[in-house]
């Protein structure tokens, strides 16, 4: 089993709040990603990260940012959440780009 | 034109039924590719890298055909536990080299 986490699991959230979506791996690796997916889409990237104070923006645009301040951990923020950010977002690691990309469990995030 | 295409399906068969999936993807530059298993609400694995000399894992065997650009993926003798949406990812390279996911295709393996 992947040793990548996320916290929390569901979320259920009214419009204008602020939220972080947390995403820690104990796998030491340097490269970490999220991804956004709608029910019955594809994973569109949102962030990654290639290491420490490394972050760039995905294909998708997204109006998250992200910090990577530890290794270990690359948490996700909305300012300010709205209806339309209602979505999973997974969390992943790797070693290398070529290398199998691990995923955290998921984020489920409903915005009223 | 996505950069990776799949049928979405669904794909409905037996249990026992050899069933293949077709991927195609658009930069030829890509470099490596994958099939990735997700089942409903959790997040996606790893099936199998795929080779271009091709590759056989048990009962899957997945192929790729640069010149064509196209990945496929073979599951012979189908369980009910094989039920799941398979992707087809392909890493880009280049400057940008990220996994470009597909839609995925739903198999269903009935009773």
């Known amino acids: 089993e992947a040793d990548i986490y996320q916290t929390p699991r569901y979320l259920v959230i009214g419009t204008g709040k602020k939220i972080t979506l947390e995403c820690s791996q104990t796998?030491?690796?340097?490269?970490m990603y999220w991804y956004q997916q709608d029910p019955g889409m594809e994973l569109h990237l949102i962030h990654y990260?290639?290491?420490?104070?490394?972050?760039e923006k995905g294909d998708l645009s997204s109006e998250s940012t992200v910090s990577r301040i530890r290794t270990e951990h690359f948490p996700l923020t909305l300012e300010s959440a709205r209806p339309s950010h209602t979505s999973q977002y997974l969390c992943?690691?790797?070693?290398?780009?070529?290398?199998?990309?691990?995923f955290g469990p998921g984020t489920r995030l409903t915005v009223l | 034109r996505k950069e990776v295409e799949q049928d979405p399906g669904p794909f409905n068969v037996p249990e026992g039924a050899t069933v293949a999936f077709n991927c195609t993807y658009s930069?030829?530059?890509?470099?490596?590719f994958f099939w990735y298993r997700q089942d409903c609400r959790k997040e996606p694995k790893l099936l199998m890298s795929?080779?271009?000399s091709g590759n056989e894992d048990g009962r899957f065997t997945a192929q790729l055909n640069r010149a064509s650009q196209y990945i496929s993926l073979l599951i012979r003798d189908s369980k009910l536990s094989d039920s799941a949406t398979y992707l087809c990812?392909?890493?880009?390279?280049?400057?940008?080299?990220?996994?470009?996911f597909g839609t995925g295709t739903l198999l269903a393996v009935q009773p």
């Open positions: 992943a690691s790797s070693d290398r780009d070529e290398d199998e990309q691990f």
């Open positions: 795929v080779y271009s």
């Open positions: 990812v392909v890493l880009t390279g280049g400057a940008t080299n990220k996994l470009i």
């Open positions: 796998m030491g690796h340097d490269k």
């Open positions: 930069n030829s530059a890509s470099q490596s």
């Open positions: 990260s290639y290491g420490v104070n490394s972050t």
